[in-house]
């Protein structure tokens, strides 16, 4: 069973002034280091509005917070999953470099399982924004806001569990629905078998031996997804071991249909018109934070608007892609590639540079397994106002698009 703990609240926090020697002795990340005299602040965050002094800070920040863990077994997996940090992060636990992550914008997880305690912990996580360590977005197009910007969880894995859940649903001409699923099982043992119940419908299979299972079910009589009708059918998804309920975890879904037939969008077999906006979300109050009521509110200006269509440059929360499920907003989403115009003369550009190369890969993938469960994403872009007549370009677009890059195969929509 997993078991989530929110580690969203009041952490400390500390503008490093002299990075390159904290870097080198990481004292920042220890238990014994003094913070009585660093900042109390919220998280998610960005350190911009913390205060007025930080209003223009670019560099390093230290965050830092402890945690109680309850007794644990042996066999229990610990996950801490970041929804977003801007930009660059190392992440340390009772003083141990347990993992760290590259880009602003897409959900990542550290197992933290060798690291972990019973009873008190502390969680310090290093952060830098500086330009200077930035490779994509290649140009600062947007305000540049550092800090743990969206919900940080303890994830307790005790026994098998699901993960990696995937769905796909699909209206029929004769109006029912078909469900593709598919999934694993962390810590895998004999005879489990998984459970699917939609709109009424149910399967029962086994896990193969590697952890893995996949399936399709047929839904009688479903209405389809759509901006006017956006029905949504509840995918419950159960692990067995015998009678034994294991782990259960709930998915929305809606059918839906999109093909591009001659330059045109087709939603369920109807051309569709994209009537919409390009988001680009930055509150007066949050900065790059988006708040529950936030999103709301975003939603009914779109809905007042017209709007039937968002585009966003960078990957957006998970709470957002589920309001806009269920307000029937579509979502294009892309990872933050833009605006990268190097001369035609200049080579081992980003486009070919490995680094480069290897976090794009890298962000949409984390881009795709954030969004690829829900109706309201329609379209994944890979990039914006880029020089793509480079001789170095054409290869890059093509291999993130997925038709010539290994990384993309387990993970396109």
């Not at 109390?40 to 350190?47: D, E, I, L, M, R």
């Not at 782990?247 to 839906?256: A, E, N, P, V």
Request: net charge neutral; aromatic share 10%.
């Amino acid at each position: 069973m997993q078991t989530n703990l929110s580690l969203n609240g009041t952490w400390d926090f500390v503008a490093d002034l002299d990075p390159k020697y904290h870097a080198q002795q990481l004292s920042y990340a220890l238990r014994e280091t003094n913070r009585r005299h660093w900042l109390k602040a919220p998280v998610p965050g960005v350190w911009q509005k913390y205060g007025d002094r930080y209003d223009l800070f670019e560099g390093v920040g230290w965050f830092a917070r402890e945690f109680e863990m309850q007794t644990f077994t042996d066999s229990t997996k610990v996950l801490i999953r970041f929804g977003g940090v801007n930009y660059l992060c190392r992440i340390f636990l009772n003083g141990k470099e347990v993992g760290g992550h590259e880009g602003g914008y897409t959900e990542f997880s550290v197992d933290v399982t060798q690291a972990i305690l019973p009873g008190k912990n502390l969680l310090a996580v290093r952060v830098d924004n500086r330009a200077c360590v930035t490779k994509w977005p290649p140009v600062m197009g947007y305000f540049n806001y550092g800090g743990i910007h969206r919900d940080v969880t303890l994830e307790i894995l005790d026994g098998p569990c699901l993960s990696n859940l995937r769905i796909s649903a699909l209206p029929t001409e004769s109006a029912d629905g078909i469900l593709r699923f598919s999934g694993a099982v962390i810590q895998n043992q004999q005879k489990l078998t998984v459970e699917i119940n939609c709109g009424g419908a149910k399967q029962s299979l086994q896990v193969n031996h590697n952890g893995t299972f996949q399936g399709e079910l047929k839904v009688p009589t479903i209405e389809p997804w759509s901006p006017e009708n956006p029905k949504l059918y509840a995918a419950n998804i159960s692990l067995f071991h015998e009678q034994t309920l294991l782990d259960q975890k709930t998915l929305d879904c809606g059918f839906r249909r999109v093909e591009i037939q001659k330059g045109r969008i087709f939603l369920n077999g109807q051309e569709r018109k994209l009537k919409g906006i390009c988001y680009v979300y930055d509150s007066p109050s949050s900065g790059l934070v988006m708040t529950n009521e936030q999103t709301r509110q975003d939603i009914a200006l779109f809905k007042d608007l017209g709007v039937n269509t968002i585009r966003s440059h960078y990957p957006l929360p998970g709470h957002f892609y589920r309001a806009c499920d269920q307000a029937g907003i579509m979502v294009w989403i892309e990872p933050p590639i833009y605006c990268y115009h190097p001369p035609k003369t200049e080579t081992n550009t980003a486009f070919a540079n490995p680094p480069h190369r290897k976090l794009a890969f890298q962000m949409a993938a984390e881009m795709i397994l954030t969004a690829r469960n829900h109706p309201c994403v329609i379209i994944y872009g890979i990039g914006n106002e880029c020089n793509t007549e480079h001789p170095e370009a054409e290869s890059f677009f093509r291999e993130l698009c997925g038709s010539e890059s290994p990384p993309f195969k387990s993970v396109r929509g």
